[in-house]
Nanobody, 126 residues
Framework: QVQLLESGGGSVQVGGSLRLSCLVSGGSLDRLGMGWFRQTPGKEREFVVGISQNGRSRGYAEFVKGRFTISRDNGAKTMYLLMNNLKPEDTAVYYC???????????????????WGQGTQVTVFS
């Protein structure tokens, strides 16, 4: 059973940066496609960024392109999300997710992911 544990959330001023981490246990990170999603109260969970099993395929939502960067360290069993130039609209709970069947491509749909972390709150204030 794959388990995901996010960390690194917090409160930051507009324009600031945060780095989220997702520690994977119970499975090999190099066999998983991974993604970050976010959710605010009353809204559906939305795709932020995904990375394929081999790391060669990455995709970003338009609203984070140029600001967020996904990376993975398979040896450390950890995926990262570096978030720069944060905006108030980035405030949300951020979830790490694992896709056991993505192959060489990342996937952007919530239903493609089999395992989820508990989420970490990111708050951007002005």
């Amino acid at each position: 059973q794959v388990q995901l544990l996010e960390s690194g959330g917090g409160s930051v001023q507009v324009g600031g940066s945060l780095r989220l981490s997702c520690l994977v246990s119970g499975g090999s990170l190099d066999r998983l496609g991974m993604g970050w999603f976010r959710q605010t109260p009353g809204k559906e969970r939305e795709f932020v960024v995904g990375i394929s099993q081999n790391g060669r395929s990455r995709g970003y939502a338009e609203f984070v392109k140029g600001r967020f960067t996904i990376s993975r360290d398979n040896g450390a069993k950890t995926m990262y999300l570096l978030m720069n130039n944060l905006k108030p609209e980035d405030t949300a709970v951020y979830y790490c997710a694992a896709d056991t069947d993505g192959g060489d491509y990342y996937r952007g749909g919530v239903r493609a992911y089999d395992y989820w972390g508990q989420g970490t709150q990111v708050t951007v204030f002005s």
